[in-house]
Structures are given as C-alpha cells and as structure tokens.
C-alpha cells in the first residue's frame, strides 16, 4: 500500500534524492566521469519515519557506497575509460523485506571534437541483487481476533518459502556533455535498468519479470564570474517503470570560498510527491550534503508532511577547481 500511494517510491527500485551524490547509481555512464584521480560515495535515506507499524514506528531505510577511477589517462588523450563498483541495500519497513546488491561498472568516453569540449559516454553495469522476505515480521488477516492482532495465531500462508531470492541484473547507459564556451556547460544521460529483465518471485512464479526501468537526467552549469567561484546549476531527473514515474525539477548554487572549501545548496521538487531542501559544504575534497523531504502526497495524513532525510558524502582524490581545469576536458560538476 504504500508503494502504490506514493509516486516517488517504485515497486521495485531504491532512489535517492540526492540521486547526484549517488551518480553510478543512477547511469552507469557517469562512471569514472570525474576531474580526479578517484572517487569514493556514499549515501543513507531515512523515509517514512513517522508512519506506525503494530508496535511502534518503522522507516524504509536505504543505503549505498560506490567507489570508480579513470585509467589510461595518458593514453587515450581527451577520450577517457574507467571502473567501478557500488553496493546498495535496503530495508523496508520493519525489515519485512531487505534489498542488497552489489554491481561492478565500466564507461569510455570518447571526446567528439579535437579539443575534447564534447563527448558521448557509454556505460554497462552488471551484478547481483538479493531479496528477502521475512515473513514474521508481517501481519495477516487470518490473526485479528477479538483482542487486536495476534501474531501467534497461523497466517495462512501455505506456498511460501521464507528464503532469499538471488538473480543477475544488467543496466547500461549514454551520456553527452559538452562545454560551448568556458563559463557553460551542460550534460543529458539516457540509462536503462533491468536489462534482461531478471526473474523476481518469492511464490516461484516464473511469468513475474522486473520490469525495465528507464532514467532521463540533465542539467546546466553556469559559472557566473570569471574565477569561476560561483555558479548555479538547474537540473532534470524523470524516471518510469511500468506505469510508476517520477519527475524531478530543482536548482543548485555553488559558491567556493577559497581552494579548499565551498558552499551549496539548492531545492528540488518531486512532482505530486514532496519538495526537497538541500545544502551542504565541501572541504579539502570532500563533499557533505543534508537534504529533506517535505512531503505533500495522499500519504501526507500518514507521513506528517515529513518525507525522508538523507545524507551524503563524496571525496575526490586530487581533485581539480574550476579555475585550474583545462576547460576542453572539463567534466560538469554533478
């Protein structure tokens, strides 16, 4: 029920919303898509914790680190090749039902000019993913009696087998970015999910296939003075899986106050679902984000206008400021 009651949470996928702090994630192309020498991310979102279960309350909470490289740099020239992995899990719930994957990645980008101020990316991931169900953590019709729930009495569940469910997944993806003058520059990625449409039943139900999932995102960047200390940055995200989809619109402002430290922050809205507060600050390499979500959904009554609150960090090893980068091989900042 509350999968179907809410537009930003599918059936089947976890989603972040500060889905740019988790990129590999979200495209496998982005992968390695960095000016640096790697970079390490992770994210944690807390939903749904004001919505009570029979005892108490009990959040939907979901998790991911991911670490990626670019290789080959002095060979390939403006082009560029990297790696990387990310492990995802989440709990739903009183931990009725738990998610945990792990996927390795590889993108190349090919520069589509001589200067490199354009480029397509290619990117293909491919893992494990594991489900469980824990079936005493759910409650059936069959044990309402004339007290309230009881838990001890039968739940009439017959054909199912309270095990874990392990299948293959396959995503891949394609981005394009391009910098038509140094003080713009802008990206649009294209990414599908499921492949192969992996077989996912725990009534071992062969005709039940995860359904595809497709991924739309962009976003501008606007360097707004010539030392490229401050910039604003409006970006895109819709997603569709059967017939859930979700649409992001938001804005974001970058301010360095020197070479080691910066400011941002921003706001994002989930369209029919809730609005996104989020700032942050970075140091020496490494970036820290809050966000929050102010829901506004039919589940409000439920949710007390409270969403999700998520938190991220993402280090860059050597990385390069604006203002030192060579421009024709500059990724936009995401």
Known sequence: LLCLSSAAVFAQDIHFSQYYAAPITLNPALTANINGMFRVAANYRNQWFTIPVLNSVAPYQTYQVSFDMPILREKLGNDGFGFGGVFYGDKAGDGALTTYSGLASIAYHKAVDRYGRGRVSLGIQAGVVSKRVNINNLVFESQLDNFGWNTTLPNGETNFQNKAILYPDVNVGALWTHAPTDLIRYYLGFSMNHLSRPKESFLQDDRNRLNYRFNVNAGVEFFLNSDYSFSISPTFLFMLQSNAQQYNFGVGLNY???????????????????????????????????????NHSSLRAASKAQGALEISAVYIFKKERPSSIQYEKYCPNF
């Open 256 to 294: 360095y106050v020197n070479d080691d430290v910066a400011v941002f922050g921003g706001g994002m809205y989930r369209v029919k679902d809730a609005a996104i507060l989020n700032a942050g600050v970075e140091f020496f390499n490494t970036r820290i984000g809050l966000s929050y979500d102010i």
